[in-house]
């Protein structure tokens, strides 16, 4: 932590009320972001990627902790309006995000209104270079978003994000609900408008396999806790956390020919372990418990590498589950 | 191989839309068999043909289709020329049906068990308590925990992947000769894909399991044999080993790519 970086988030937590019973939907996380780094943020639905994204792009209000913006708080900083445009969000299904009245020149116009970006004609102007930056057809302008493919909205709401000038991009799931190719060339397109336009990325995600193709760094999440983090191949190689290395094993891959039987079974045959409060979480679905676990470990360094992190008390051991 | 049992084989079939702006052809001249013990996986991009073949062996083509020509038996007898009722019976107990979405496959107003005991009923003609007891070893078998509390849950209190355990439970509850799984994993996080799919081929044991899915990397983990279409006819067909390794039709190598997640893309 030498240099502040573009984005911090410390010791974060969210908790929601449902039915008069609190749940912990984030807890105590701490991430940082570098300008132009792309962070891919992992983990399966309900362990809390997409809250913590959402408590960085403003629109979850955090319980505890702060998020930092070129270490500005803000929540707190007088120019919160303007920084909290500099975060914007892709989501999984534009029919959701997109109005669905309005023109796509309308939807990607409405941002710069709002931002006094200047008159009808520089907005005008703006939005036909907000289409060409997300390559989609100027003659598209016209059209409702009923009319356009599932890639083609999505682009529509890459433009609208643009449109606030960011510096950190977040991707909730935003490739989930495209077919294969379309998703590479979406995919392909967020990539490349971080490097040309220097914005900083985070890919929430439940797909390890397309991680790998989108990040420089991993953050795996588990009930709501970050349990694993570091470069994107050295987590994915050489996963710490007996999580990671299970949803290492699931990857889809076609090399692979044969299931894992024994871990799956292994995992199955696990008996119930009762829920004491400060133990590890992962504790009740993992192989390698020990009494130790249950004093729940902190996300620390491994001996190896000091930035791969791990949230296990086995993480140095490469043998555990 | 030859020392088994032919479970299914599918001879010629043709399957064509009766009405409205997709009449026509819908599959032509298809063919195939599964032996009891082996898994054939059936890969295609969406559109291919790959799901109404498994509603037409299943009985369950929805209206507007029809067998239009061709040949299913199952255990050496013919499917398509008995009468609704015949056939209707024989596929409650001799073929299993996992689907996609479970949630959309259980009537959501009846508890879980109650639809698993109905079919033990209706199929093995066990009383209400006998069904019961069946239920909740079937809920055990499929690694649920609290069998007896998912017995009396609903559909929409259970996880993803607890209902698709209880669906594999429904589709073995009476022994079938043949489980069809048809997209079993595509709505399920991908550790949770890979217990589903490893107790589908467990399930499936001496049965004949017949897969249907547009990802290759799901055929490769579990199938014998992978049966690739392609605008309803059979683009290409061998052993999982071949089809990865050496395939020949475009189609083929289209799939492959996709099963790469992210084709071309480099961070």
Redesign the interface.
Known sequence: MTSSGLLQIRDLSVTFDMDARPVHAVRHCSLRLDARETLALVGESGSGKSTLARAVAGIVTPTSGSVLLHGHDLQRSSSRREQRRRIQMVFQDPDASLNPFHRVREIVAEPLIVRRFGNRWEIGRKVGELLALVQLDPGLGGERPRNLSGGQKQRVAIARALAMDPELLIADEALASLDASTAAAIAQLFLDLGRRLGIALLFISHDLAAVRCLANRIAVMFAGEIVEQGDARAVLDRPAHPYTRLLVASMPDPARRSLDFELVDAIDRLPAWPDTPGACHYRSRCIGRADVCAAGPSLAPLAASANHLARCHFRDSGTSP | MNARLVTLEVRNLCIAAQEGERAGRLIEDLGFSIASGEVLGIVGESGSGKSVTAAAIAGLLPPGLAVTGGSVSLEGRALLSMSAGERRALAGSRIGMVFQDPLSSFNPVRTVGSILAESVMRHRGLAAGAARDTVVAAFADV?L?QPERIFSAYPHQLS?GQRQRAMIALALINGPALLIADEPTTAL???????I??LL??GAGSRALLLITH????A???CDRILVMHRGGVAEEGT??QI?DTPTHPVTRQL????????????
């Open positions: 690694r925990a993803g996080d991908a550790t949770v894909q890979l217990q799919l490893t081929k467990r990802d290759l990397a799901v490769a983990a579990v999982t080993a990865l492959l790519a996709a099963a790469q997640a992210l084709p071309g893309v480099a961070a």
